[in-house]
T-cell receptor
Framework: DAGVTQSPTHLIKTRGQQVTLRCSPK?????VSWYQQALGQGPQFIFQ???????QRGNFPDRFSGHQFPNYSSELNVNALLLGDSALYLC????????????FGQGTRLTVV | AQSVTQLDSQVPVFEEAPVELRCNYS??????LFWYVQYPNQGLQLLLK??????LVKGINGFEAEFNKSQTSFHLRKPSVHISDTAEYFC????????????FGQGTTLQVKP
């Protein structure tokens, strides 16, 4: 049983560019949440998707957007990248809303130069 | 709004010694509580969770935690640590009615020395 898979594992982008990160939830899961983890910090909630809709959002600017597809996979898009967007981006999946357990992927390490 | 405070940023301990990682939370609503572990360059793995019932929760790898509502704490303990327990540990809280959003503490680095 594959767990939560994220791609790519690492990428480097230039300030001002746009980036798309991808997440496939654990089999049987239909909810996807995204988190940003800056170096030396705890993860911070970006947003959650369920039934292809953004259900709730953390304190992140509109440069951060997402999408959930009918197969429950999800994308995180970040526009106009800033140096401060450099972080580990984590995807977590679960079943339904509310759910009582989040399974995390290995993350995508984004470096903005 | 909820918040989580992990009282120690680093905890050094010798192998086979007991350890406690401290976590306090703040919330105006009932919460679920979690402990996650993160090994270098990896994602988060759930160690244990408190949803309801017994306040003593047992998790994987010999870890346990106790929910104390009056002190709003959820401290993680292990009676005897191994070198392989060296990692970053995160305490997290979520609103019972809004569990898609986890609020994490800043993390505690557990350093197990031989």
């Amino acid at each position: 049983d594959a767990g939560v898979t994220q791609s790519p594992t690492h990428l480097i982008k230039t300030r001002g560019q746009q980036v798309t990160l991808r997440c496939s939830p654990k089999s049987g899961h239909d909810t996807v949440s995204w988190y940003q983890q800056a170096l030396g910090q705890g993860p911070q909630f970006i947003f959650q998707y369920y039934e292809e809709e953004e259900r709730q959002r953390g304190n992140f600017p509109d440069r951060f957007s997402g999408h959930q597809f009918p197969n429950y996979s999800s994308e995180l898009n970040v526009n106009a990248l800033l140096l401060g967007d450099s972080a580990l981006y984590l995807c977590a999946s679960g079943t339904g809303v509310p759910n009582t357990e989040a399974f995390f992927g290995q993350g995508t390490r984004l470096t903005v130069v | 709004a909820q918040s989580v405070t992990q009282l120690d940023s680093q905890v050094p301990v010798f192998e086979e010694a007991p350890v406690e990682l401290r976590c306090n939370y703040s919330s105006s609503v009932s919460v679920y509580l979690f402990w996650y572990v993160q090994y270098p360059n990896q994602g988060l793995q759930l160690l244990l969770k408190y949803l309801s019932g017994s306040t003593l929760v047992k998790g994987i790898n010999g870890f346990e935690a106790e929910f104390n509502k009056s002190q709003t704490s959820f401290h993680l303990r292990k009676p005897s640590v191994h070198i392989s327990d060296t990692a970053e540990y995160f305490c997290a809280v979520s609103d019972r009615g809004n569990t898609g959003k986890l609020i994490f503490g800043q993390g505690t680095t557990l350093q197990v020395k031989p």
